[in-house]
């Protein structure tokens, strides 16, 4: 089959506020490279909403990788072409044995219906046989988050004699606050991995009936009760030493990081895998972070520990991921995706989504 006339469709921000599915004119198939057919694609509304609000901090300032430091000039501008990373295609007009025609892999390459890849360019993560694709768009990027917030819980107990993603979690008292896709994935991967008890915090009535559908147990962030008390009475280890042995924070507000360190025992660790794009003004480091000399380490996916990179890779958090969507798909599949979305209906779809017009966990897009 040849590229002639093939037209790709692809959702992008074409200003704050602006949606558009764009055509654009299919290029060769590269050497070594090969076609990619989209069959489903996840939205992630915790980054992608941000383009669309004009809040995403790429958009008002770059981050200058050898420095570490904001303050460049802006690395995104609308329009925004690359929207998305929970894709999954088909193979098709492979110029690679690595990937054959027929082949259905995991990719990062945004909503569009069609795209070219290579190999040695792009993730692409081969599906296995039995595993219902539609959970593909977790195995890529979103799974391999989560996995990696479980990582770092490991190397914060164990530094570099990690062997297992159970190392930071077995036997232990986790929280997780936010209860969106990124906090139950994570709640399910330490309950995997052997955590002894494993509480799901948020405010949202919607999102904790999803968690309890999922067999985890539940806190309320908006009642009367205050859940660092409720765990912090309940979680006893010594006399002056209560609370959650680690606590993975998944909910991008500020307010979550308070919490998030008041649930935690004496000199724990908050691991942290949210994205705040408009800071964090309500973290009150003078409170429970300075008196009970607790810790906050970022878990974003851009890096594994400090140590591990020759023994955990992406690659490896990827087939962690393809574990638990082994053991927990069916539950997945019928209570954390609520809506399967046709690709013409993604515009109107993320601007309900952004203007709070329509709720849903997680969207997952066909093509």
Same mark, same amino acid.
């Given at each position: 089959?040849?590229?002639?006339?093939?037209?790709?469709?692809?959702?992008?921000?074409?200003?704050?506020?602006?949606?558009?599915?764009?055509?654009?004119?299919?290029?060769?198939?590269?050497?070594?490279?090969?076609?990619?057919?989209?069959?489903?694609?996840?939205?992630?509304?915790?980054?992608?909403?941000?383009?669309?609000?004009?809040?995403?901090?790429?958009?008002? @300032?770059?981050?200058?990788?050898?420095?570490?430091?904001?303050?460049?000039?802006?690395?995104?501008?609308?329009?925004?072409?690359?929207?998305?990373?929970?894709?999954?295609?088909?193979?098709?007009?492979?110029?690679?044995?690595?990937?054959?025609?027929?082949?259905?892999?995991?990719?990062?390459?945004?909503?569009?219906?069609?795209?070219?890849?290579?190999?040695?360019?792009?993730?692409?993560?081969?599906?296995?046989?039995?595993?219902?694709?539609?959970?593909?768009?977790?195995?890529?990027?979103?799974?391999? %988050?989560?996995?990696?917030?479980?990582?770092?819980?490991?190397?914060?107990?164990?530094?570099?004699?990690?062997?297992?993603?159970?190392?930071?979690?077995?036997?232990?008292?986790?929280?997780?606050?936010?209860?969106?896709?990124?906090?139950?994935?994570?709640?399910?991967?330490?309950?995997?991995?052997?955590?002894?008890?494993?509480?799901?915090?948020?405010?949202?009535?919607?999102?904790?009936?999803?968690?309890?559908?999922?067999?985890?147990?539940?806190?309320?962030?908006?009642?009367?009760?205050?859940?660092?008390?409720?765990?912090?009475?309940?979680?006893?280890? *010594?006399?002056?030493?209560?609370?959650?042995?680690?606590?993975?924070?998944?909910?991008?507000?500020? @307010?979550?990081?308070?919490?998030?360190?008041?649930?935690?025992?004496?000199?724990?660790?908050?691991?942290?895998?949210?994205?705040?794009?408009?800071? *964090?003004?309500?973290?009150?480091?003078?409170?429970?972070?300075?008196?009970?000399?607790?810790?906050?380490?970022?878990?974003?996916?851009?890096?594994?520990?400090?140590?591990?990179?020759?023994?955990?890779?992406?690659?490896?958090?990827?087939?962690?991921?393809?574990?638990?969507?082994?053991?927990?798909?069916?539950? %997945?599949?019928?209570?954390?995706?609520?809506?399967?979305?046709?690709? @013409?209906?993604?515009?109107?779809?993320?601007?309900?989504? *952004?203007?709070?017009?329509?709720?849903?966990?997680?969207?997952?897009?066909?093509?």
């Amino acid at each position: 089959m040849s590229d002639a006339g093939i037209i790709d469709r692809n959702l992008i921000v074409a200003g704050p506020g602006r949606l558009e599915i764009a055509e654009v004119p299919a290029e060769p198939v590269p050497d070594g490279g090969f076609r990619a057919r989209t069959l489903f694609s996840g939205i992630s509304t915790g980054t992608e909403l941000t383009f669309l609000k004009g809040t995403n901090p790429a958009l008002h @300032a770059g981050f200058d990788p050898a420095l570490g430091l904001f303050g460049a000039p802006p690395e995104q501008a609308y329009p925004v072409h690359r929207l998305g990373y929970m894709e999954v295609a088909e193979v098709e007009q492979s110029r690679t044995p690595a990937f054959p025609d027929g082949t259905v892999v995991a990719m990062t390459y945004g909503h569009r219906t069609g795209y070219n890849g290579h190999p040695l360019r792009d993730r692409v993560v081969p599906l296995p046989a039995g595993l219902d694709p539609l959970l593909g768009v977790y195995v890529a990027h979103m799974g391999p %988050i989560c996995a990696n917030g479980l990582l770092h819980a490991a190397a914060d107990r164990y530094g570099q004699d990690v062997r297992s993603l159970a190392d930071g979690v077995r036997g232990a008292r986790v929280a997780v606050v936010g209860a969106g896709v990124v906090g139950l994935l994570t709640a399910l991967f330490a309950r995997s991995h052997g955590a002894a008890s494993v509480v799901v915090v948020d405010p949202t009535p919607q999102r904790l009936e999803i968690a309890s559908a999922l067999g985890l147990e539940v806190l309320s962030s908006k009642g009367e009760e205050d859940p660092a008390v409720t765990l912090k009475t309940r979680w006893r280890h *010594a006399d002056g030493d209560r609370g959650a042995d680690v606590v993975f924070q998944c909910r991008g507000q500020a @307010a979550a990081l308070h919490l998030a360190l008041r649930l935690l025992r004496p000199q724990g660790t908050v691991i942290d895998l949210a994205f705040y794009p408009g800071g *964090a003004d309500e973290v009150r480091l003078g409170e429970e972070f300075h008196h009970n000399g607790l810790g906050v380490r970022c878990a974003q996916i851009g890096r594994v520990p400090r140590g591990l990179a020759h023994s955990w890779d992406r690659e490896r958090l990827s087939a962690a991921t393809i574990d638990l969507l082994r053991a927990e798909g069916d539950a %997945i599949r019928k209570h954390l995706v609520t809506a399967v979305v046709p690709f @013409a209906e993604a515009p109107a779809l993320l601007t309900d989504l *952004a203007e709070r017009r329509r709720q849903e966990m997680q969207v997952v897009l066909s093509f």
